[in-house]
């Protein structure tokens, strides 16, 4: 620039322009940050207490292992576990080389939830299923521990097992006591002498 009076050129810096975008991205990158950390907090505050499912019967303890991508189905067992639905029930239903069936109690009434098969669902020995009717999204409480590969079953009219009982766990501990109680004594598949799911309890 030239001044009037002096004839001389002088110069003169550019004062440097504050960027309006530094602190715009700054405040979102916190806002991120803060909803991040929330969520993680609340996720963690909302974690079930465990995914075990310990049952504790006249015969010696068994130990599930709940699986996650069945939610439906696990939240269901869980519920039931945590209101004592299951605590005093038989395993009223016995087929040795086949499973055990408990979860029978008369003195509730359950709702029905929907079927959970997808791809990877397989009845395969020391998993844990729901029982239901022979109509679908029909199981309510009841649940069956196979003692055998049941995967391959097909009935007379094409129904396969595996595509007909959503299972939800795995025995992994106790799988001795399923297979003792599954060879006891029984008439009309009940077992001779009753036994007895003393309490059952979610662990971590």
Known sequence: MISHKSGKRKTFKAKPRKSKK?????????IVVVLIGAFYVFSM???PA????????????????????KPITTGNFKNLVQQGVYDGTIFHR???DFMIQGGQNPDVTVATINDEIGNDNHNYRGTVAMAKTSQPNSATSQFFINVANNNEIVYQDGTKFDETYTVFGTVIAGMDVADEISNLPTESEKPVTDVTIIKAEIIS
């Open 22 to 30: 530094l602190p715009l991205t700054i405040g979102l990158l916190t």
């Open 45 to 47: 505050n909302n974690q």
């Open 50 to 69: 465990g995914n075990k499912v310990l049952l504790q019967t006249s015969m010696g303890d068994i130990t599930i292992q709940l699986r996650d991508d």
């Open 94 to 96: 016995v087929i040795s």
